[in-house]
């Protein structure tokens, strides 16, 4: 066996500027630091961290306040004490629990988030990622040799909503909901929908955009057009949110005709489901029948023009992989559709939210 003399990779004092880098003893070349190579292919740890302490329910046992130490959280839940220990540990390390005297709690964020039937909670999400796309993730380099998606066989289905499992597309709806939810909150919240009287949603899923979008904005009215069963769920969530007056229901396919008498269409993580040439078809039929002085807003996880980022957006364009026949586009994509479909003044606003980072919107004269 070498000594440890022969093969230790003498490290170099980084300025404080900059980041610590390794020489290597042949040519004293610098080198970066591998620390960001191990985050990156460690980062499932977090998620899977997370999505387990979600599953075995954590953060609702933890709800309203209350603390656990290992060895109650071990007899709640019916486990080892080693691996209470350690699910607590790694969720306090990731900032979802804080602890104070050996006892655990809620941070803000879980408490906020995590707990089931709380307005805001995120937990659909989070097990959709852990039941559904995490498998399809873990096919990635198919996907990529195949340009085929991962998460359901196309030649079995006509598209990842046909056939599939009942509880999974429950689990796809329940995670889309509490997506839109906060998205759509700072979409409206970036720009002014006050000139506008009738909302169109179109593929607007559970409807979480509209009845946000109403509760900004009182004077808008919205329908959900989406495929019949889908109508149903936003139906339902629209009830419970107490605005069946101003927000209905609409059944039918976006790929026919759109219903006529709206001034604003909205696209809401719509587009990376499809291909360019659909989405120009869905953008020129938007355009044909939105009312003189309407608009149109395509909200979306926006890839630079430079191709080189942001991650979300990135990522979320690979997950279209595994998913559809899509991907996440450029505003300057957005832009170019909207030019060629008739659309002016094309505008882009900017926002931070968990499904999109931005809203291309178009005009029509």
């Given amino acids: 066996m070498p000594s440890q003399a022969a093969t230790a990779i003498p490290y170099v004092p980084a300025a404080p500027e900059s980041a610590p880098r390794l020489v290597t003893p042949e040519a004293g070349t610098p080198l970066p630091s591998p620390v960001p190579l191990m985050e990156l292919s460690s980062g499932f740890w977090a998620f899977k961290t997370l999505a387990a302490a979600h599953e075995l329910g954590l953060f609702a046992l933890l709800s309203g306040g209350r603390s656990t130490t290992i060895d109650e ?9 080693r691996p209470a220990e350690m699910i607590l540990t790694g969720c306090a390390s990731l900032g979802l629990l804080r602890s104070e005297r050996g006892r655990y709690r809620n941070a803000e964020i879980s408490e906020a988030y995590l707990v089931p039937g709380k307005p805001h909670y995120f937990g659909g999400w989070i097990a959709m990622a852990d039941k559904r796309l995490y498998a399809g993730w873990g096919r990635l380099a198919e996907a990529l040799r195949t340009n085929r998606p991962t998460t359901w066989n196309p030649d079995e289905q006509s598209s990842l909503f046909d056939g599939e499992d009942p509880k999974m597309l429950a689990l ?3 995670a889309m909901h509490s997506l839109s939810t906060m998205t759509a909150r700072a979409l409206g919240a970036a720009y002014d929908f006050r000139r506008y009287r009738r909302l169109l949603d179109i593929g607007g899923g559970s409807g979480a955009f509209d009845i946000e979008l109403c509760r900004q904005y009182p004077a808008l ?3 959900v057009f989406d495929l ?12 419970q949110a107490g605005l069946s007056e101003r927000i209905e229901g609409i059944a039918g396919s976006f790929f026919g005709d759109f219903p006529k008498g709206y001034d604003l269409h909205l696209f809401s993580m719509i587009m990376h489901d499809w291909d360019i040439d659909k989405n120009k078809a869905l953008l020129r039929r938007s355009y044909e029948t939105l009312l003189p ?4 807003a395509i909200s979306e996880l926006l890839v630079n023009d430079g191709k080189t980022g942001p991650a979300p957006a990135a990522l979320m364009s690979l997950n279209m992989l595994i998913e559809t026949e899509g991907r996440n586009y450029t505003a300057a994509e957005y832009s170019a559709w909207l030019i060629e479909a008739g659309f002016r003044d094309i505008e882009t606003v900017a926002f931070d939210a968990p499904g999109a980072n931005g809203a291309v919107i178009g005009h029509k004269r």
Avoid: M, S
């Fill in 293 to 296: 002085g309407g608009a149109v």
């Fill in 172 to 174: 796809f709806w329940e």
């Fill in 73 to 81: 959280l071990a007899q709640a839940l019916r486990i080892h004490p």
């Fill in 228 to 239: 019949p069963h889908v109508a149903e769920i936003a139906g339902r969530n629209i009830a």
């Fill in 221 to 223: 009215r919205a329908a």
